[in-house]
């Protein structure tokens, strides 16, 4: 369980966490989704009492993090793969962990074969590791002292679609088992397919939160029609709010039912009538931080 309550995270006067509040359940992967530079390191790094809130709190299993006894033991942190020591082997690095945890050298042993790093791999000094191996590495010393609570940020990043497969399923298996997974990514398809819930972050502030299945509820029907003028007219009249979406479709904050009800109604020929999840959630996605994304076109400059 984690819980994050009211956090700001200010850096000379920018707000890089803003008010934000939010809860990681047990059973759960909970997607930390948000464009770069939105906040979602700020906010784990001080999860894990790496950096100090401004304001509000932020506890994992009910405590802050500092306050727990052996927190390897409780809580398994992957934050940035690459602040491993380069010098050393990826196995010595688990060892290491192992005994500062206080736990039998075996267990490294036992999570390199978990991670699927080779013999001759496990041997070999970091610094000569991909980026993908350092991910593996990050994630078996996270697991190392068999946590409840597993805090990864941006965990996909540098693994082949092989890798990320396995990512996928070593967290669905370790919150079907009853663990807590807090996991971040800018790119909502890698969360989308793994994660339960959802935490939307953009320049500080979240912009939706709730279970995967709600969010895709909320994203409505996609509709499709040569008349699409007079389908939104219809529609607006009886108080439904639309969205165009290419040269003759809408996207309607209302169930399919109703949209196909309404069209009958006006006796507007319809090409297409659908629920608008999946490509609904990476619309609501661009759109909920579009306003904050870098990449969006200044006010008054066309795209
Ligand atoms: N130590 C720091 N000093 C000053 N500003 C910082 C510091 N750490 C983060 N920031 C700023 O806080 C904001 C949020 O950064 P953060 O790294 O939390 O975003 P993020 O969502 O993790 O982005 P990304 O997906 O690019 O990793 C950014 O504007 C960043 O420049």
Redesign the pocket.
């Known amino acids: 369980m984690i819980d994050v309550t009211a956090l700001t995270r200010t ?2 006067g ?1 707000r ?2 803003d008010d934000v509040t939010f809860t990681a359940l047990p059973g759960r992967v909970t997607g930390f989704l ?10 784990m ?1 001080v999860l894990v009492g790496l ?1 100090p809130a401004t304001s509000g709190s932020a506890t994992v299993l009910g405590r802050r993090y500092a306050d727990l006894p052996n927190p390897g033991r409780e809580v398994g942190v992957l934050l940035d793969a690459s602040a491993q020591h380069a010098g050393r082997t990826g196995l010595e690095t688990l060892r290491i962990a192992a005994r500062t945890m206080g736990l039998p050298a075996r267990r490294a042993d036992e999570m390199v074969e978990r991670v699927s790093l080779t013999g001759p791999e496990a041997r070999r000094r970091v610094k000569n590791y991909s980026l993908g191996m350092r991910q593996r590495l990050g994630i078996a010393t996270a697991l190392l002292g068999d946590p409840e609570v597993l805090i990864l ?2 965990p996909a990043n540098g693994l082949d679609p092989a890798g990320i497969r396995w990512m996928r399923d070593l967290l669905r298996g370790f919150a079907d088992d009853g663990g807590t997974v807090l996991l ?1 990514s ?1 790119l909502l398809h890698e969360i989308e397919v793994v994660a339960d819930d959802l935490v939307v ?1 953009g320049q ?1 502030r979240i912009v939706a939160q709730g279970s995967k299945a709600e969010l895709l509820t909320a994203a409505g029907t996609l509709v499709r029609s040569p008349g699409v003028a007079a389908l939104a007219q219809a529609l607006e009249a009886e108080g439904v709010h639309v969205a165009p979406v290419g040269p003759d479709g809408l996207r309607v904050e209302a169930d399919p039912d109703l949209v196909g009800r309404i069209a009958l109604a006006s006796a507007t020929p319809l090409t297409e009538l659908r629920a608008a999840d999946g490509a609904g959630l990476e619309e609501m996605f661009l759109e909920l931080t579009a306003d904050t994304a870098r990449e969006s076109a200044p006010e008054g400059v066309a795209a």
Do not use: F, L
């Open positions: 850096y000379a920018h890089a966490v948000g464009p770069n530079g939105a906040g979602k390191s700020t906010t790094r950096t940020d941006e971040s800018h972050i500080g």
